[in-house]
């Protein structure tokens, strides 16, 4: 998935010591004068427009910033040396970044109550622009008012897992009484054989296939724009699909806008048909006997004898008062049950028959 650079916006960062919301780029804060601290974490403002000043755009340009290793001021990514003292930032710590701050949106700026006279001001203000004084005492603003998520069920969780573990052991039940059983003696009373055989012809069979794919000789029906696969790069015949944009912090009071982006490449799609050999009638025979035969289908111009002949062979039992019926494909099997032959009849717990012995 490529990722698509929309433009930078400014981040803002809450100053501990007085509350007050400062731009990104300022070092200080405006309310108090307390300096940004190290360990600070940008945020994103409500209204997030697109930087388009100059000299703001050469502060992303230059990286994240760094932070003297002797006095912690704060300096652009492209300085040699502190600004504050002099020391080489060779050895300084440049500031976090690639962290997803959230989602790009545009809207209306959040708007702070002064608690000295009541006047809406923008939450990046630092004084009152009615009376001028902080607004770093109580300040309400609309990005910072709580949401409570709704605590995750610990009894909900319990239920599931009990409903796992009764799953778990109704299948391992099942499977301990089926296969159990228990011999009894049953005679043979009756029987019966069914044998079948398939009659095919060549008839137009439908598929669905990219169109270059579709095999020599076949008749396309119908054909659409599908998308084939997706990529990161764009390709002949697609198109772009990109997600919510959003923004990562650069490490300098910005955050970058980009778009994970990808490439729906599509193709044609179509409907064919081909002729293949399908199964068009059956020609089935049945007896009670014990000398299965197998039927003789007259063909019809165009058709052949399939392959897939079966042969299904039943015999009946009674043990006291109950009949088990016992299926096989093995004809030796079934000539061997001779009426009123006994036989060892294998029950399971659920009282089906599961196997037979002479």
Not at 16 to 35: F, H, L, T
Not at 45 to 62: C, F, R, S, Y
Not at 222 to 230: K, W
Request: proline share 6%; with cysteine.
């Amino acid at each position: 998935m490529a990722r698509k650079k929309i433009g930078h916006v400014e981040l803002q960062w809450t100053c501990p010591n007085c509350n007050s919301i400062n731009p990104g780029s300022e070092e200080v804060c405006g309310n108090c004068g307390a300096p940004q601290p190290q360990d600070v974490q940008f945020e994103q403002p409500t209204n997030q427009e697109l930087i388009t000043d100059p000299d703001k755009l050469a502060q992303v340009e230059a990286g994240p910033d760094i932070h003297c290793p002797y006095c912690g001021t704060r300096n652009p990514g492209s300085a040699e040396i502190c600004k504050q003292c002099g020391g080489d930032l060779i050895e300084g710590m440049k500031r976090e970044s690639g962290r997803v701050v959230g989602a790009y949106t545009v809207g209306p700026t959040a708007t702070i109550t002064c608690p000295h006279c009541g006047e809406e001001n923008p939450e990046t203000a630092s004084n009152c622009a009615n009376c001028g004084g902080g607004l770093g005492e109580e300040i309400i603003t609309e990005k910072q008012s709580a949401v409570v998520s709704a605590p995750v069920s610990k009894s909900r969780i319990w239920i599931i897992i009990a409903v796992v573990a009764i799953l778990v052991l109704a299948c391992g039940a099942f499977l301990f009484f089926s296969t159990r059983t228990n011999p009894t003696t049953g005679v043979v009373e009756n029987v019966n054989w069914e044998r079948s055989v398939p009659v095919e012809a060549l008839v137009p069979v439908e598929y669905k296939d990219w169109e270059d794919e579709i095999p020599a000789g076949a008749v396309i029906e119908t054909c659409s724009e599908e998308v084939r696969n997706v990529q990161s790069e764009s390709a002949p015949n697609s198109v772009e699909v990109c997600g919510t944009p959003y923004t990562v912090d650069t490490g300098d009071g910005f955050a970058e806008v980009v778009q994970d982006c990808e490439y729906e490449v599509y193709a044609t799609f179509c409907n064919f048909t081909v002729e293949e050999w399908s199964v068009v009638d059956t020609s089935v025979l049945t007896g009670d006997d014990y000398s299965p035969i197998w039927p003789e289908p007259i063909l019809e111009t165009g058709q052949r004898i399939g392959e897939e002949q079966g042969e299904t062979y039943k015999i009946i039992f009674r043990s006291d008062d109950k009949t088990f019926v016992y299926s096989t494909e093995d004809l030796n099997l079934f000539q061997a049950a001779q009426i009123g032959s006994k036989w060892t009849l294998n029950i399971n717990t659920f009282g089906s028959l599961v196997s037979i012995e002479q």
